[in-house]
């Protein structure tokens, strides 16, 4: 369904497309309210817990990007140095990851031609302040082929539009949204779907809700299939689980709070957790290298991310707390470090990967 201008309400489209045509997809139902809010406005604070709508890694501190940067540069320095080279971020922010990346990695001679995958007008003009030479693109079709790629995918795949399955008693159907009187609400789809559920889950117990994203599986088959053609490496970071998990984990985010997904369609962040092991499987069907899935404390931690915030805070010891508060934000299991997960992956021929030695428990 195509949204003619940003000041319509959306919410009054959906329901008129409801009440004409019947309940739609979750799937659509997210994927056009977050292109509506991604489209209008800048949504991510600077860490003032004002501004913008939620805040990211990046803009927490400057040492999360360096040590993205270190990590890319480590991987194709053990690869050789390859040329050219290209860096790919997807949806990247203000360009401030990107922005730490290229300076930490540019210290170990590896300067990429950057391509971003970005389709908001609005954030491609900050970008551009924040990484002049960029190159934009609306999707991975039209990246180059003739180097290896180092990509980065920092909070993308939990905004992708999903699809919840739910165990009926009559077997497995698709959770549609519909209407009850003005309200937007859950409601059963009439198809059977079982033959979209794990083996596993088929007799689960009724009233089981599973979260699929195909979006996110397209994208990662795509990447994964190009690291195995032109070599390189990738970072996937964002909340979600090692493992597919039962439940509804649809949310959304507006000035730093939570609010109820429905209320009010494209202007709120819809999300959903990312199942990262369906998307390593993804990835290890097209022959790439699943270097591991950490957690984001582990896998910083690892890096080095305690001796960073060391030295930055006795250079500017004026900054010390707010550097220590950075640092606990990132790491510290009731903040980001455990419920955020780190995915890596890389050509067959690249080897390497630090900080994914260990194993990380599911939570």
């Known amino acids: ?45 600077l860490g003032d817990g004002v501004s913008g709508d939620f805040i990211t890694a990046p803009e927490i501190s400057q040492m999360f990007g360096e040590l993205i940067g270190l990590w890319l540069a480590d991987m194709w320095i053990n690869a050789g140095r390859e040329e050219p080279v290209y860096y790919v971020e997807l949806g990247p922010g203000r360009g401030t990851l990107a922005q730490d990346a290229l300076r930490a990695a540019r210290n170990y001679g590896l300067e990429p031609a950057v391509h971003f995958i970005e389709t908001s007008s609005t954030l491609k003009d900050i970008q551009l302040r924040a ?113 597919l998990q039962a439940g509804s984990t649809f949310q959304a985010v507006q000035r730093h709070e939570k609010v109820l997904p ?49 030295h930055l805070a006795q250079r500017a010891p004026q900054h010390a707390a707010d550097i220590d508060a950075a640092l606990h934000r990132l790491v510290a299991d009731d903040q980001m470090g455990k419920l955020f997960k780190v995915m890596g992956l890389a050509g067959p021929k690249w080897i390497g990967g630090a900080a994914f030695s260990a194993v990380v428990p599911e939570s």
């Open 1 to 45: 369904m195509p949204i003619s201008e940003p000041t319509d309400d959306l919410g009054s489209i959906f329901r008129r497309l409801i009440q004409n045509t019947g309940p739609m997809s979750l799937a659509q139902f997210m994927g056009e309210s977050n292109a509506r809010y991604y489209a209008s406005k800048d949504p991510i604070g």
């Open 131 to 243: 990484v002049p030479g960029a190159l934009w693109h609306d999707d991975l079709s039209s990246l180059p082929t003739d180097g290896p790629m180092l990509l980065v995918a920092n909070e993308f795949l939990d905004a992708l539009p999903i699809r919840q399955l739910v165990r009926m008693a009559s077997g497995w159907r698709e959770r549609l949204v519909g209407l009850g009187g003005d309200d937007f609400i859950f409601v059963a789809g009439d198809q059977p779907m079982d033959a979209a559920v794990p083996a596993g889950w088929k007799d689960a117990a009724e009233g089981t809700i599973l979260e699929t994203c195909p979006a996110a599986a397209a994208i990662l088959f795509e990447v994964a299939g190009r690291l195995e053609q032109q070599g390189g490496a990738a970072l996937f970071i964002d909340y979600g689980h090692t493992e």
């Open 262 to 310: 429905f209320d009010a369609p494209g202007t709120a962040d819809l999300t959903a957790l990312v199942d990262f092991g369906t998307l390593a499987q993804i990835a290890k069907s097209r022959g790439v290298r699943h270097i591991g899935t950490a957690t984001q404390g582990d896998w910083l931690r690892g890096l080095g991310i305690e001796t960073r915030a060391k």
